[in-house]
């Protein structure tokens, strides 16, 4: 079914694999941004986000730039100099957030669980009555481990103990292949980014924010310290496209804003409960083939592990460079690690977007054939 060129697969953690029509938006012939041809398309976009993000209410930017910027538009929009901020690290993500919002002046406290595992409710409930924060983040996913983050479990405890406090979600690595709803589970600022789940060639960060969120940013006390990742420049933007008329601070990417609608259009054509078990059943599947060759997981067990990606450790013998240049070979394309501690000990497969949402692709069985059959031939034996 696809018209594609022949190329290896990218089951990295993201870039994922694009739909045709999501390429197809990406070459069209060039168009002004203020183009009546292109406004209507950009302010359908931001509506669509917020079906996508489950919120009625939730204001969306869409900015040009990586997911990391969504940190800085939460660090400089929503942080003040000398506020508390608690930051929930399951990996090389949650380190640098921390780095990110330090750079900004906040206080930092931080709730590190071991590799491969996440804070527990008592330790972050713990942490949370030792002083008032102004804000608490989440990495949903950690690409770098595979660890997923209990967003609701957690949203739901501060909202008991510590309502006050923001609840930030770095969803740069879950946001269309995890569940996530913003208003049920009273979700302030969930950031991400068009290449991984949302299926869109990189350069768009993505944020979308309550609007108590909202509140606080109107209601800062200084002055916001950074001119391109401010709200104030953004937000009558945003607000102008979504009326359907043209403004002006820095020129959008229209393609990939183009590629954005059509990736989105894709996904709310369907309810996002389907999509959400897919990524479910086909994590399951992965995971169980290399389970079956006597493989281990970097997270602890499967509770924890996303379904999104999948981080397993290197069999004993078996080096990175072993094993990703022969699966490369075969035609697909894997990661290897990346935590600063482990990064040689593993590798990292992404199964998110049309490579799981389309199994008629057979992607997915292309990824565990070929990891299977290179396994294999490196001497491992696993279950016949």
Known sequence: MSSQANHKLCMVPGPVEFHEDVLSSMSTLATSH???SFIPIFGEAIELLRKVFCTERAQPFVVSGSGTLGWDMVASNLIEPGEDVLVLN??????????????????????KADIGDRPSIEEIHQALTQKKFKAITITHVDTSTGVLSDVKAIAELVKRVSPETLVIVDGVCSVGSEEIRMDEWNIDVVLTASQKALGVPPGLCILVASERAMNVFHNRKTRINSYYASWSNWLPIMNAYESRKAMYFATPPVQLIMALHTSLKQITSRPLEQR???HREVSNRIKDSLEKLGLKFVPKN??????????????????????????AAHGVVIAGGLHKVIGPKYFRIGHMGISVTEPEREHIDKTIESISVNLKELGLKGDN
């Open 302 to 327: 499967r509770e924890l592990s996303a379904n999104g990606m999948t981080a397993v450790y290197y069999p004993e013998g078996v080096k990175a460079t072993d094993l990703i240049p022969k699966v």
């Open 276 to 278: 959400f078990q897919q």
């Open 90 to 111: 399951t990996g090389y993500f949650g380190d640098s957030f921390t780095v990110c919002l330090g750079t900004y002046d906040a206080k930092v406290t931080q709730v």
């Open 34 to 36: 203020v183009s009546a």
